[in-house]
């Protein structure tokens, strides 16, 4: 098994690394965690006037925001009808509706933050007839609730240059997005207002105080009287009722394409293998047919399964993409028990926003800027699905 056991360079644009914290300092806000979350609501509350400590462990998008495809996806991988008849047409509405939101975020954000998006719509790929029976009855419940979604024929599916596929649907709501390049970007436009981003500053206890909450760090000490947790829902003290715990996704990259021929990104099995074309390179993510439990485990560390697994559904599945693979990685989700992200309060003065079960892109920035608006006193509606203080809807994985 060959191959950089990195994604390939340039994938995270990295600049000047940022001091760690150092002695005691004031904070109208401190956000612990700078990935998409962190970065993000660093930036919405310091354009506001606010001043912002954020404190990193490791690197800016050294989580799972670093290592992400960037697929901006309407909606979750099991299809409209699965969830509309799990939790009610109203709650598939809610994440659909948030889901589409989110990507409108990403857009106005992208304006200024050279990021790679792409409005590029998306494809779901049948992989059995179970599959494709799913998006066929999704397909015109969703379209009456203003969520358009075609249905590809499997011969239309080879006319894009997928085979083996039982048909699928096409989602001109997607998007792709550079996810690291985000970030680093969100957290410059945050620094040019104020914020203060503090990298190699894992906060290590956090304390109620008169002011609010002091955060300690090896080296230093941060008050403030709001928190955001945007550590992808890992924190072991907010001790909720939905439970998070990692899983790995494991991705793989091509060289150079001769002919990279691949309208848009795409995923298939309810999202169990999902792909995009990154400057002209195919990444492949996902299980490789291996079972999902085996990838319930906080290891970054890649498989013979899981790539191998990956190297034979771009064989079978697209075969004409034809170039060795260069590199492979594993990164970290936060899985929550039913699969629904955290977005909202978590105690007095305290706030959580992540654990979006491997659909980062479907829910923050936006979960950001609610938690950020929250934060302020400020109103912003967040579906009661997603708040953090629920009892769990049901099992996910
Ligand atoms: C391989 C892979 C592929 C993916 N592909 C997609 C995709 O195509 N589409 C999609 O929608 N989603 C995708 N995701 C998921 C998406 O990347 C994540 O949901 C999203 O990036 C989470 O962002 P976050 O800021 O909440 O968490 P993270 O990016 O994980 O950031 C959390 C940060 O908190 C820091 N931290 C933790 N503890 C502490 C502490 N005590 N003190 C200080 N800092 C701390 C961590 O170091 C980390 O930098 C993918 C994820 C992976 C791993």
Redesign the pocket.
Known sequence: MGGTLTPPPGFLPRSKPNPPLRGHRGADAAI???????SAAAHFLAREGIRVIL????IL?????????????TGLGEHFAATSHRWGTPVARDIWRWNRENHRQVARLARDIPCGYRATGGYRLARDPAEMEALRESAPLQRRLGFPLRLLEPDEVEHLGAWGFHGGAHCPTDGQVD?PALVLGLARRAEENGALLFEG????RIQRHPGGFLLSTPRGRVEAPRVLV???G??PPLRLRVNVRPFR???LATALLRRPRLPAPGFSGGGSE?WRLWRGRLLL?GLGGAPAASEATPSRRVTRRVQRGLEEFRRTHVPHLRAGTTHR??????VTTDGLPLIGPAGRGLWV??A?S?????Y?PLAARAVARRMLGERARVPPVFDPGRRPLGRYL
Do not use: K
């Open positions: 612990i965690g700078g990935g998409l979350t962190g404190l990193e462990a490791h998008a050294g989580g799972a925001s670093g290592l992400g495809t960037g697929l901006i996806v996810t500053s894992p906060v290590v945007a550590t992808n890992f924190w996704s494991q991705v999902y993510g990685w594993a990164g970290t989700l936060g926003a992540g979006y491997g659909h980062g892109l479907g923050t």
